[in-house]
């Protein structure tokens, strides 16, 4: 295991709050990533970060901002939560420095959006 | 644009029978990942393909890569109940970034 910790683990909002969800690693590894996953679209990629302040969008950013301050804290933040964002997030992390490695998972958040 | 897809999207099995996944990608890719996930846990890495005609193996599970025919397969030999789980393959593009295929819930029964 990566050490990958996800907070909070379950959450419950209603449309329009903002929320921020965390992915804490301890491995030091230069890449992470924030998944979401919903059935029958597999895993698609919000955003991702190559280094401190380094982020790029993915596949669905529309809606979502992400920071990263520290290299062991990534932040995915819905600045102002829909029904459509109700899912499970993922967060992921991989060494990056050989291109080839494996990403490692965290254990997930899973987020409701009343 | 890379896409992935995978086939079947669902597969009930009887114990000690053999299956293949199979995961179908659309342009050029360089490394083809197998991961497994659990029922309401996390993905857990399964294999890394990185060339044409790459197998790897592990326990009954085996996977092969055909980058010309843009193909990966995960054969499964003999299931067993603990194999039963959604598998995923990805396809890797721009060096860093994976594209998912949609899963393949396997169900394993005696």
């Known amino acids: 295991d990566a050490g990958i910790t996800q907070s909070p683990r379950h959450k419950v909002t209603e449309t329009g709050t903002p929320v921020t969800l965390r992915c804490h690693q301890t491995?030091?590894?230069?890449?992470m990533y924030w998944y979401r996953q919903d059935p029958g679209h597999g895993l698609r990629l919000i955003h991702y970060?190559?280094?401190?302040?380094?982020?790029d969008k993915g596949e669905v950013s529309d809606g979502y901002s992400v920071s990263r301050s520290k290299t062991e804290d990534f932040l995915l933040t819905l600045e102002s939560a829909t029904s459509s964002q109700t899912s499970v997030y993922f967060c992921?992390?991989?060494?990056?420095?050989?291109?080839?490695?494996?990403?490692?998972f965290g254990p997930g958040t899973r987020l409701t959006v009343l | 644009e890379l896409k992935v897809e995978q086939n079947p999207l669902f597969l009930s099995m009887q114990e000690g029978k053999n299956y293949t996944i199979y995961c179908n990608y659309s342009?050029?890719?360089?490394?083809l990942y197998w991961y497994r996930q659990d029922p309401g846990k996390s993905l857990e890495s399964l294999f890394v393909?990185?060339?044409?005609?790459a197998v790897k193996q592990e326990g009954r599970l085996m996977a092969s890569l055909d980058t010309k025919a843009r193909l990966s397969t995960l054969h499964i030999t003999a299931a067993v109940h603990d194999l039963s789980a959604t598998y995923f393959c990805?396809?890797?593009?721009?060096?860093?970034?994976?594209?998912f295929g949609t899963g393949t819930r396997l169900q394993v029964f005696p």
């Open positions: 970060s190559y280094g401190v302040k380094d982020t």
């Open positions: 491995e030091n590894h230069r890449y």
């Open positions: 393909l990185l060339s044409n005609g």
């Open positions: 990805a396809a890797a593009y721009n060096t860093d970034k994976l594209i």
């Open positions: 992921a992390t991989t060494p990056g420095e050989i291109y080839t490695d494996t990403q490692y």
């Open positions: 342009t050029t890719s360089d490394r």
